[in-house]
């Protein structure tokens, strides 16, 4: 079958260090993927898209990696800060855009 | 640019009622979709269009109805409220993914519609 799964339901840093966040889906071959974040009452917010022939993209102080061998994504915030605090959701393009398929998110605590 | 409205923010149902959750784009993206997120689960697709006049189905569409009569408004019908419906519905536009390796393709989100169905 297929599924989404992000590494874990929580997580808790501290502020400076870097977070890293995993989104592994199996049975789905997506042409893209991308990661939004959410926070507490809002609706999500795009924040970095990757492509299924590259590696690795960087925006500011945000990386993310696509493995399509290990059908795995990872999702790095260096030098995190409390302002980082939100759910982080990852999504896969599953139809050119037409159809994503959200994974359940991961909240991330950034302890000052 | 509003970017995505929906109305209402909250609404309270009885069982059996029928409501509208209405949503509108001014950025004339031609996909618009409607999810519903509820506590573990993620957002899920509930229906999508790629053009006035285009719906189909996401992976919960049991119990909603849509229609796309214009490129800005696509409204989420509920024929028959039930408890299951209890969620938070939102609503998000994008532009296919054609163009330059610059393009991104991203979904932009409303604010949500929080549904309560007693």
């Known amino acids: 079958s297929q599924k989404i799964e992000q590494n874990s339901e929580a997580l808790n840093i501290q502020e400076g260090k870097t977070a890293t966040l995993t989104c592994n889906y199996t049975?789905?071959?997506?042409?893209?993927l991308q990661w939004y974040r959410q926070d507490p009452g809002r609706g999500p917010v795009f924040l970095l898209l990757?492509?299924?022939?590259?590696k690795e993209k960087r925006k500011e102080r945000l990386k993310v990696t696509f493995d399509t061998t290990l059908k795995q994504s990872l999702f790095h915030i260096t030098a995190s800060q409390p302002a980082d605090s939100a759910t982080y959701l990852c999504?896969?393009?599953?139809?050119?855009?037409?159809?994503?398929?959200f994974g359940p998110g991961t909240r991330l605590s950034v302890l000052p | 640019n509003a970017g995505v409205t929906q109305t209402p923010k909250f609404q309270v149902l009885k069982t059996g009622q029928s409501m509208t959750l209405q949503c509108a784009q001014d950025?004339?993206?031609?996909?618009m979709s409607w999810y519903r997120q509820d506590p573990g689960m993620g957002l899920r697709l509930i229906h999508y269009s790629v053009g006035a006049g285009i719906t189909d189905q996401g992976e919960v569409p049991n119990g909603y109805n849509v229609s796309r009569s214009t490129t800005e408004d696509f409204p989420l019908r509920l024929l028959s409220a039930a408890p299951s419906q209890t969620s938070v519905y939102f609503c998000?536009?994008?532009?296919?993914?054609?163009?330059?390796?610059?393009?991104?393709?991203?979904?932009?989100f409303g604010p949500g519609t929080r549904l309560t169905v007693t």
């Open positions: 998000a536009s994008s532009s296919p993914p054609r163009g330059g390796a610059g393009r991104t393709y991203e979904q932009y």
């Open positions: 999504a896969l393009d599953v139809n050119y855009g037409q159809n994503f398929v």
């Open positions: 950025m004339n993206h031609e996909y």
């Open positions: 990757i492509r299924e022939n590259e």
């Open positions: 049975n789905y071959s997506p042409a893209y």
